[in-house]
């Protein structure tokens, strides 16, 4: 039996692992940052997470559960798109380069670069603190090359309760895309209605399940790391523990594909100014 092993920058993936996340959408990673190497993570990851960077972030740190200017203190899906933007001390952090390493290994065809990253952070008690079922590729503008290897590192530990990732296994291989709507809010002042939005109000997506979808949980532990692509259906469900869950995603494309994001105006900053009629597959 072969066993993952890490040394240094280098973590060796089994063939089982490439062959999973062929088939599958996704593989799951144990041990692939330390609790050392999480340490100095974390401590911006707070820093982010406790809106010390809002002033200059704009839309990039964000409620993902609830619309466009929710108040600070009404988040329950912190998010904070771009960190190393905002404070290039974190830029090319081991999380990355180890990452990097793994991407290598799964993408043989070109060569796969970061192409964004973002800290997620759910508050404690919070069941609306989820991230709604959706396919990364229906946020993302049509390029020929979709390929993509998007990891979640567990900043703290990802359990069931405080709701960890989920997945369809082998939604990536579906022959379409499902269709993405932004995903409608509550009425505040006219509690159990909802609106309709677009993405301008909300930059969350959602889809409608089908008949026949089984949904897999995917509990990790502290600096284990799940890998998914482009197309596979996934999402996760509330925080119902007494703890934060913190997870650190960062996201790897063919370099030309983010040549052409950006040849567009497209940095995944939710304050980026797009024609989103443009994104519709």
Same mark, same amino acid.
């Given at each position: 039996?072969?066993?993952?092993?890490?040394?240094?920058?280098?973590?060796? $993936?089994? !063939?089982?692992?490439?062959?999973?996340?062929?088939?599958?959408?996704?593989?799951?990673?144990? &041990?692939?940052?330390?609790?050392?190497?999480?340490?100095?993570?974390?401590? #911006?990851?707070?820093? /982010?997470?406790?809106?010390?960077?809002?002033? *200059?972030?704009?839309?990039?740190?964000?409620?993902?559960?609830?619309?466009?200017?929710?108040?600070?203190?009404? /988040?329950?899906?912190?998010?904070?798109?771009?960190?190393?933007?905002?404070?290039?001390? $974190?830029? !090319?952090?081991?999380?990355?380069?180890?990452?990097? !390493?793994?991407?290598?290994? $799964?993408?043989?065809?070109?060569?796969a670069l970061l192409d964004y990253e973002q800290f997620l952070a759910k508050k404690p008690n919070k069941s609306g603190a989820e991230f709604a079922m959706h396919q990364d590729l229906g946020y993302w503008p049509k390029t020929a090359n979709t390929w993509t290897a998007t990891f979640s590192l567990a900043i703290t530990p990802s359990t069931l309760e405080n709701g960890c990732l989920q997945v369809i296994s082998g939604s990536n291989k579906e022959p379409e895309l499902r269709k993405h709507v932004p995903k409608p809010y509550r009425n505040i002042?006219?509690?159990?209605?909802?609106?309709?939005?677009?993405? &301008?109000?909300?930059? $969350?997506?959602?889809?409608?399940?089908?008949?026949? &979808?089984?949904?897999?949980?995917?509990?990790?532990?502290?600096?284990?790391?799940?890998?998914?692509?482009?197309?596979?259906?996934?999402? %996760?469900?509330? !925080?119902?523990?007494?703890? #934060?869950?913190?997870?650190?995603?960062?996201? /790897? *494309?063919?370099?030309?594909?983010?040549?052409?994001?950006?040849?567009?105006?497209?940095?995944? %900053?939710?304050?980026?100014?797009?024609? #989103?009629?443009? /994104?519709? *597959?």
């Amino acid at each position: 039996m072969t066993f993952h092993q890490r040394n240094g920058e280098q973590y060796s $993936l089994t !063939n089982e692992d490439i062959i999973q996340y062929a088939e599958k959408g996704y593989v799951v990673l144990p &041990d692939v940052i330390s609790n050392d190497e999480i340490a100095f993570i974390e401590q #911006w990851f707070d820093h /982010f997470v406790a809106g010390n960077e809002s002033h *200059r972030m704009a839309r990039d740190f964000c409620d993902m559960s609830q619309p466009y200017g929710t108040p600070i203190e009404e /988040f329950q899906l912190v998010n904070a798109m771009l960190p190393s933007k905002y404070c290039p001390e $974190l830029a !090319n952090n081991i999380f990355h380069r180890v990452a990097q !390493n793994i991407t290598d290994q $799964l993408y043989t065809r070109g060569k796969a670069l970061l192409d964004y990253e973002q800290f997620l952070a759910k508050k404690p008690n919070k069941s609306g603190a989820e991230f709604a079922m959706h396919q990364d590729l229906g946020y993302w503008p049509k390029t020929a090359n979709t390929w993509t290897a998007t990891f979640s590192l567990a900043i703290t530990p990802s359990t069931l309760e405080n709701g960890c990732l989920q997945v369809i296994s082998g939604s990536n291989k579906e022959p379409e895309l499902r269709k993405h709507v932004p995903k409608p809010y509550r009425n505040i002042d006219n509690i159990g209605k909802t609106n309709a939005v677009s993405r &301008d109000d909300s930059h $969350l997506l959602v889809i409608h399940n089908e008949t026949g &979808d089984k949904i897999q949980h995917l509990p990790v532990t502290r600096g284990s790391v799940t890998v998914h692509d482009e197309r596979i259906i996934h999402g %996760s469900s509330g !925080n119902l523990s007494d703890d #934060w869950r913190k997870t650190y995603v960062m996201a /790897f *494309r063919d370099s030309e594909t983010i040549k052409q994001e950006r040849g567009a105006g497209f940095t995944h %900053s939710h304050n980026d100014k797009v024609n #989103w009629n443009e /994104f519709i *597959r």
